[in-house]
């Protein structure tokens, strides 16, 4: 196949997967929107890891169908991404929580420079110079709505501190993992799902508490149609991000899919 033929295949496959992500994430909002205003399950974080448990679930059978092969990833390494990972899913619902809305979005754009940053320290990547002015207004931005906004607080300036490098460390460590260990991006998720899954639905209910005062053991699970609209599309989301992480560049990623580190927070605003 000529080196045009390919680079078209690809671009139209990136296309299609960012596409199908985005109609998954704006989907996952609307369940996840019915889930918490509708019948009242104020869990976020609880829920997040209930999307990894699903994920989990059907990678299993995508390996017992043969469309993931045996792959390997160290334990140290798998356990610095779930942190990573953690960090940045407790740290947006925190954030969100703590700041407005307003401050809230425009935090999570300063995830742009913070992810340049770490491909030109780890990478050595170079940008051009009209990328270097695009991130100065970009920061320009962040500046003067932090100075601005007079509801910033220092806590939740903290939290938001938190999820920004977390996340964008979550994002630079999947090219890296992808990069080192030569795994799919099916490969990868297939072995941080069910580390996330696990992590979030042992530590969630507690830190939910913490952040709603309600205890998930008192709520009445009696979803049936939610719940399967909520599978299908946590599946969907958690396995076309991570076709997405794989195939583009961070700052392209961040640009274009801003949205996703919010499917489960929108819904607590």
């Known amino acids: 196949m000529a080196p045009s033929s390919k680079a078209d295949k690809k671009a139209a496959v990136d296309a299609a997967a ?7 994430s704006v ?7 019915a889930l918490m205003a509708t019948y009242g399950f104020s869990f976020a974080t609880t829920l997040t890891g209930m999307h990894f448990a699903t994920t ?6 995508l390996r017992w ?17 779930v942190i990573f990972a ?37 990478d050595k990547i170079r940008y051009s110079r009209d990328t270097k002015l695009s991130i100065a207004i970009v920061l320009l931005g962040v500046g003067v709505c932090t100075v601005t906004d007079v509801s910033v607080n220092t806590k939740g300036f903290v939290a938001a501190f938190i999820a920004v490098w977390s996340t964008a460390l979550q ?17 990868l998720l297939g072995h ?6 696990a992590s979030l639905l042992l530590l969630g209910p507690f830190l939910d508490y ?22 299908t599309y946590c599946l969907c989301e958690n396995m076309i991000f991570q076709i997405c992480a794989v195939n583009l560049p961070c700052i392209v990623f961040h640009y274009i899919n801003l949205h996703y580190c919010t499917y489960p927070r929108f819904c607590s605003a």
């Not at 989990?56 to 059978?61: F, H, R």
């Not at 169908?65 to 991404?81: D, M, N, T």
Request: net charge positive; hydrophobic share 50%; glycine share 4%.
């Open 56 to 61: 989990t679930l059907m990678t299993a059978v």
């Open 27 to 33: 989907g996952i909002i609307i369940v996840n929107k």
């Open 192 to 197: 941080t799902a069910p580390a996330q899954a």
């Open 210 to 231: 913490w952040l709603t005062n309600k205890r998930i053991d008192s709520f009445e699970f009696n979803l049936p149609s939610s719940v399967r609209s909520l599978a």
């Open 18 to 24: 960012w596409m199908f992500n985005v109609v998954t």
């Open 86 to 122: 953690n960090f940045s899913i407790v740290g947006m619902n925190v954030s969100l929580m703590w700041n407005s809305v307003g401050f809230y979005q425009i935090a999570k754009l300063s995830m742009i420079p913070v992810s340049c940053l770490l491909e030109v320290v780890f």
């Open 65 to 81: 169908l043969g469309y993931i092969q045996a792959s390997h990833l160290p334990l140290s390494e798998l356990i610095k991404f």
């Open 171 to 187: 994002q630079y460590y999947v090219h890296f993992l992808q990069r080192k260990y030569s795994l799919s991006s099916f490969n």
